[in-house]
């Protein structure tokens, strides 16, 4: 192994080690801060993933370079196919997050708002909330937790299927390097 192919291997590693671990800590945290409600800790991830997730590309290209176009090779054709699959999980992750901040935002600007006069005059001669005319109680306002709901359980499970997919590519990378 020549001496810039030691460098680029330990780019590579580096790469590796400096974008994966924030990154995956980022996606792995979101759900906890979705159920809390934390817009501000929830931008900050978002905008974490969204700048570990461009400097994985890096991981990517230096790979690619040490490769030296030697592509026949099984293992590096799964490990970068695993790797463009991540990137796409990555992106709807990242959707997600988006998504998680507006609806917490929309959420949290409504709680704002004084409740409506009628909420008020809803309640019966004795003091009871009335009840619907099809003899159901009226609505009730979201709990907490239920907000970005859809979200928190998309971004759980696609950021352990992201992990699983760097460890395989781990695995696959020392088996064969």
Partial sequence: MS????????????????TLGPLT?????????????NVTVLRYLHRTTQI????????FLVGLALAEGDLAEVW???????????????????R????A?????AAESAAEVPARPAAKEAKGEDGEEAEDK????????AAQGDVAQVE????????????????????LMVWNG
């Fill in 96 to 99: 997600d997050q988006r998504k």
């Fill in 134 to 141: 099809d003899g159901k109680e009226p609505a009730k306002p």
């Fill in 25 to 37: 800590a980022a996606t792995h945290s979101t759900p906890r801060y979705i159920r809390a409600r």
């Fill in 3 to 18: 001496t810039s192919d030691r460098l680029l291997l330990f780019l590579h590693i580096g790469f590796a080690i400096f």
């Fill in 52 to 59: 570990y997730g461009i400097g994985t590309l890096g991981i």
């Fill in 101 to 105: 901040v507006r609806l917490l935002e």
């Fill in 152 to 171: 928190r359980g998309r971004i759980a499970a696609l950021a352990g299927v992201v992990s699983l997919i760097w460890l395989v590519i781990l695995v």
């Fill in 76 to 94: 590096l054709s799964v490990s970068m196919t695993l790797f463009v699959v991540a990137l796409v999980l990555l992106l709807i992750v990242e």
